[in-house]
């Protein structure tokens, strides 16, 4: 047989014909796979539940073509990259004829795939400064069937630099030189995906379990030329990926959903930096790896007192002595819970106030809305509805309210922009109640009376019931594409969902200004009323707000 992949293939895979799953649902009546025709008693969203999802469900496949950049065909989904793992080895690997190579310290399941399958595993171990030894690995590779390196490495974080990955794919045709991308996002270089195109034994695998927050959820893929895809379909199960694991993995990369990963993954970025440059400080540590990944791998002389001090705090952090003396791996966690470990560390402040931040995420048929607000901090403000006036009263909310706030709508704007309005004024206000948490400490009352030569009086207060009075009126029915009522009912919208009672009274001749200084109003009223410079006891007579 010398038709390439199937060349290098088991020779049992490329003689076998594919089991015949059944591609997704069409309109038809389906009396073909012996399903129920019956749905499943009561479970949200269940309607289809009795029957088998496709096996490469279109939709899912048609956004991750487009997450990675490349077409559809060139993707293998499964259970995680750790499936896409376990199918490369079961379609290329022999028992005790085929050989995988593995650079160690890396990712352990390389090495548990190949013996699981049976094949021989060649190991070509990092260089003392956590580099690749691209000679040996070079003269190494031509006796190896798949060779495994990851990019950025676990657990070293660091990435392969210069042109290894392009030498082993021309140096050997008849190997499949899999770069394993679990932490890409997480890196300031690009990745090898765009080297597809020039090499046909090229494989990367990526997963949604690391900067997508989906580990609980398992999908993840092998990009590779079509031939390769097409054989590893072959061996992967039937129906690995369920109908609940598509509509969760769709909506977590839905439009609105994609910014806030965004905003998340730049403040692990900045995390990652401050968490390394306080651990350096540490005198447990001796030595920290650069890392383009989220964590960071160290060294330490002194094991077994930061590991009395961390448990001090219940802080867990990754041991691999076993792999290296004085090696562990820390991930990298929200501000506080980094501020936690560093405290740990001996570094920094022992006395740590959570930040008050609430994360929403509001999905309806007329909009798709993600928001993130964080009444401790300033900045960033990044606001996009759709809606240019609106976007911009929405920004002076937040940086005269004096709050970071991440907001994105994608809404039915082709109809109006009622819902738009309506539904980021709910979504903020539920935000907004829920970052204040139990309330301790607050203001919770507010008053302003900004003197222009538009005036409004504002009164805001915390109470936890809802009420909203607006007196004013608007000399023009629109401001650009915003229409003027709408904006009485935002405020009405907002107090609903976080619980206030805001009075407004406004009075002027312009109805662009008559609206800003509604906005600017309220946003000067919340600030004090959010601020948590009062002490740590709630702000009611009842103790509770
Ligand atoms: C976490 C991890 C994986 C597994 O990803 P899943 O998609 O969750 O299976 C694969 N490779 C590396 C290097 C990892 O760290």
Not at 229 to 242: E, G, H
Not at 503 to 509: H, N, T
Request: hydrophobic letters at 40%; a negative charge.
């Amino acid at each position: 047989m010398s038709n390439w992949p199937d060349s290098i293939a088991r020779p049992a895979i490329a003689a076998m014909s594919a089991y015949s799953a059944r591609g997704a649902s069409s309109g038809a009546l389906h009396l073909d796979a012996n399903e129920s025709p019956y749905a499943p008693p009561p479970i949200k969203g269940a309607a289809d539940y009795n029957r088998y999802p496709g096996q490469q469900p279109l939709a899912l496949m048609a956004r991750l073509a487009d997450l990675y950049g490349v077409p559809a065909n060139n993707i293998m989904l499964g259970r995680g990259a750790d499936e896409a793992i376990d199918i490369l080895l079961r379609t290329f690997c022999d028992a005790g004829k085929d050989s995988v190579l593995i650079c160690p310290p890396t990712f352990g399941y390389f090495k548990t795939a190949a013996q699981i399958q049976g094949a021989d595993i060649i190991e070509v171990p990092l260089t003392d400064d956590f580099t690749w030894d691209s000679k040996a690995v070079l003269t190494a590779a031509p006796d190896a069937k798949l060779i495994f390196l990851c990019s950025p490495n676990n657990p070293t974080g660091n990435i392969i630099e210069g042109d290894l990955i392009e030498r082993l794919c021309q140096a050997c045709p008849n190997s499949l030189i899999i770069v394993d991308e679990a932490y890409q996002e997480f890196s300031s270089t690009e990745g090898y995906v765009s080297k597809l195109e020039d090499y046909r034994n090229l494989v990367i695998t990526r997963t949604l379990s690391k900067a997508y927050g989906l580990a609980g959820v398992r999908a993840g893929v092998a990009i590779a030329h079509s031939d390769i895809i097409a054989l590893m379909r072959k061996v992967l199960p039937p129906y690995p990926i369920p109908r609940p694991v598509e509509r969760a993995v769709m909506a977590a990369l839905s439009p609105a959903a994609m910014s806030l990963h965004n905003a998340r993954l730049s403040e692990l970025l900045s995390e990652r930096s401050r968490l390394a440059e306080g651990m350096v400080k540490s005198e447990f540590v001796r030595h920290i790896l650069p890392s383009e990944a989220n964590f960071l791998a160290f060294l330490t002389h002194e094991p077994e007192s930061m590991l009395r001090a961390l448990n001090k705090r219940n802080v867990k952090i990754r041991d691999f002595r076993s792999k290296l003396p004085g090696l562990f791996r820390i991930t990298v966690g929200l501000p506080d819970e980094n501020t936690i470990a560093l405290a740990a560390f001996g570094v920094g402040q022992n006395e740590v106030k959570p930040q008050r931040v609430a994360e929403v995420q509001r999905t309806t048929k007329e909009t798709d809305i993600s928001i993130r607000v964080n009444l401790d901090e300033t900045a960033p403000i990044d606001i996009d509805t759709g809606l240019g006036f609106f976007d911009h009263m929405l920004e002076a909310l937040a940086k005269h309210g004096g709050f970071s706030l991440r907001l994105k709508c994608a809404g039915d704007l082709h109809i109006d922009a009622h819902h738009t309005v309506e539904d980021c004024a709910l979504a903020l206000g539920l935000a907004l109640k829920t970052a204040l948490g139990d309330k301790a400490g607050i203001g919770r009352f507010g008053f302003v009376m900004p003197m222009d030569e538009t005036q409004a009086r504002v009164a805001i207060d915390l109470s936890g019931r809802a009420s909203m009075t607006f007196k004013g009126a608007f000399p023009s029915d629109h401001v650009g594409d915003f229409p003027a009522e709408m904006c009485p009912h935002f405020f009405e919208s907002l107090a609903q969902t976080l619980g206030a009672a805001i009075q407004i009274d406004v009075e002027g001749d312009n109805t662009h200004h008559i609206i800003e200084a509604s906005f600017k109003g309220v946003a000067r009223a919340l600030r004090p009323a959010i601020s948590r410079s009062y002490g740590d006891a709630v702000p009611s007579t009842k103790g509770v707000l």
